[in-house]
């Protein structure tokens, strides 16, 4: 008896294989898995054009085999491996896995799954807040580091423009400024990047842009990765940046500047006699102190908020009206020419502006007090 034949096969044999660590893509980007192989005695290498069953999907990403996604259980044909892709669902760092079972020509498995690995890392967007007491006058934003404009904390909210929600949030260094954002940053990915004393929720709403009472931004700036000022969302500085993130490299000189306002100091002149006719007389100095600039007086920009009702006020000699700004002020060129005679009080308001040309908060009054002369005498019946 001849032919009584028996087949045998040796299984595929297993290739694991780690994916070299790349930035997560963000969205719904997909990035292609390292090729699916193994080895077989029968058939050799096991690749392009063989049978590979996918056993277990990824739990944080979809896997996707020519655009459509995969299940466990599902068997790939005729494999291409241009064609097997997978989209992370995390944002920033993390590692994909799956696992998959080689078929050969008899379409007998491997004896267990293999696996695959691919490892994704985060972009970083990273900053300073400066108090800067030139504002956008002096053009780059510059200055000292500050994370904590009266002892406030800052926080620089990352927030996604396609959700409105907040992905990270990094605390502003008190004694620099210097703010880093390392995770959960996505390439390709539009972001707000938010600066407030509010540190925001993940996965909450975006705070608003906030600083202490008496702060204001002066500007903004996207540093080395565009040109200044062009990540600004309007034409006045609001303490928000758009950032767009490119596919490998990190975001760096999103910059602030916040300035604390000036304080303008009410003045009451001594008491003096009214001059009468168009006399005029020199005004208190008006002046002001400053966190950046220090006392504000000779040289500084004032505006007149409000001229008297009873008086002329002149600078170097034309009368001002209501709104009209000083500048390079000379305190012997402010003067005043009461319009009644006698006694009474002139009053006017002023409103300090420091070198980056923000305005104090309120005005400052200037309170000048005139009294009358008298003539007295006697009349005598004189015999």
């Not at 790349?22 to 990035?31: D, H, I």
């Not at 690749?47 to 944080?60: D, L, R």
């Not at 020199?282 to 950046?292: F, G, W």
């Not at 002023?350 to 305005?359: E, G, I, R």
Request: aromatic content about 8%; proline content about 5%.
């Amino acid at each position: 008896v001849t032919g009584v034949n028996f087949g045998i096969d040796q299984r595929p044999s297993r290739t694991d294989k780690t994916a070299a660590s790349q930035v997560n893509p963000g969205g719904t980007t997909t990035v292609q898995t390292p090729s699916l192989a193994g080895t077989d005695l029968e058939d050799g290498t096991k690749g392009t054009g063989s049978w590979f069953i996918i056993s277990t999907i990824p739990t944080n990403a979809i896997l996707y085999y020519n655009g459509v996604a995969k299940s466990a259980g599902d068997t790939i044909k005729n494999y291409d491996s241009t064609l097997l892709r997978v989209d992370p669902t995390f944002n920033g760092t993390g590692t994909v896995s799956f696992t998959f079972t080689s078929l050969d020509s008899a379409k007998v498995a491997d004896a267990s799954p293999n696996t695959i690995t691919i490892p994704f890392t985060s972009l970083t967007i990273a900053g300073t807040v400066f108090d800067d007491r030139g504002g956008l006058t002096d053009n780059p934003i510059n200055g000292t580091g500050l994370g904590n404009p009266s002892t406030t904390q800052l926080y620089a909210n990352l927030v996604n423009v396609a959700t409105g929600n907040v992905v990270n949030v990094a605390t502003v260094a008190a004694a620099t400024g210097i703010y880093t954002i390392s995770d959960s940053v996505n390439a390709s990915t539009a972001y707000r990047i938010v600066i407030s004393t509010t540190q925001g929720t993940i996965g909450s709403a975006a705070p608003s842009a906030a600083l202490p009472t008496n702060w204001v931004n002066v500007g903004e700036q996207y540093g080395t990765n565009n040109s200044a000022g062009s990540g600004i969302e309007s034409g006045t500085s609001n303490g928000t940046i758009l950032v767009t993130t490119g596919t490998t490299s990190n975001v760096t000189g999103v910059d602030f500047g916040v300035d604390q306002r000036p304080e303008g100091i009410d003045k009451t002149a001594a008491s003096q006699v009214n001059p009468g006719g168009t006399t005029t007389v020199q005004t208190p100095s008006l002046a002001a102190t400053d966190l950046e600039d220090g006392t504000k007086g000779q040289g500084s920009w004032f505006i007149i908020s409000s001229i008297p009702t009873n008086g002329i006020l002149y600078y170097n000699g034309v009368a001002l009206a209501a709104g009209d700004t000083i500048k390079n002020y000379d305190s012997t060129l402010l003067r005043i020419d009461p319009t009644f005679n006698g006694s009474g009080t002139v009053t006017f308001t002023f409103t300090s502006l420091d070198s980056a040309k923000v305005a104090d908060a309120s005005p400052n009054t200037i309170t000048i007090p005139f009294t009358s002369l008298t003539i007295a005498g006697t009349v005598f019946d004189d015999r």
